[in-house]
């Protein structure tokens, strides 16, 4: 059976585990293989940032003010909807209400 080495652990603390597993269990290759992407998926998820109400809401706002502009720039609202994630009921809704413009 071959051995791939690999080395994921970032972090002492859950590296050591890792490198303890690596050392006690010989996996097949296939199972080697998915068990560095479970192991990279993991670590991946532990350095997402966490959003809160008011950025999401900030988001969010972006988008809409993203989707009054290019309904100004006359695009339809299924790309719109493709770009921006915004529903296509909603971005209706916004192109049925006057934009403001600088005077």
Known sequence: MAR??????????????YKFID?????????EKKLVCEINESEEE????????????GI?????ETAKKMLDKGMDVQTISEL??????????LAKKPTKKAA
Do not use: F, H
Not at 23 to 31: A, G
């Open 46 to 57: 532990k350095a997402m940032p966490i959003i809160t109400n008011a950025e999401k809401i």
């Open 60 to 64: 969010e706002k972006g988008k809409i």
């Open 23 to 31: 050392w006690i269990v010989t996996l097949p290759v296939d199972l």
């Open 84 to 93: 921006t994630g915004i529903s296509e009921a909603k971005i209706k809704s």
């Open 4 to 17: 791939t080495p690999y080395y994921c652990a970032r972090q002492e603390g859950d590296g050591a585990q």
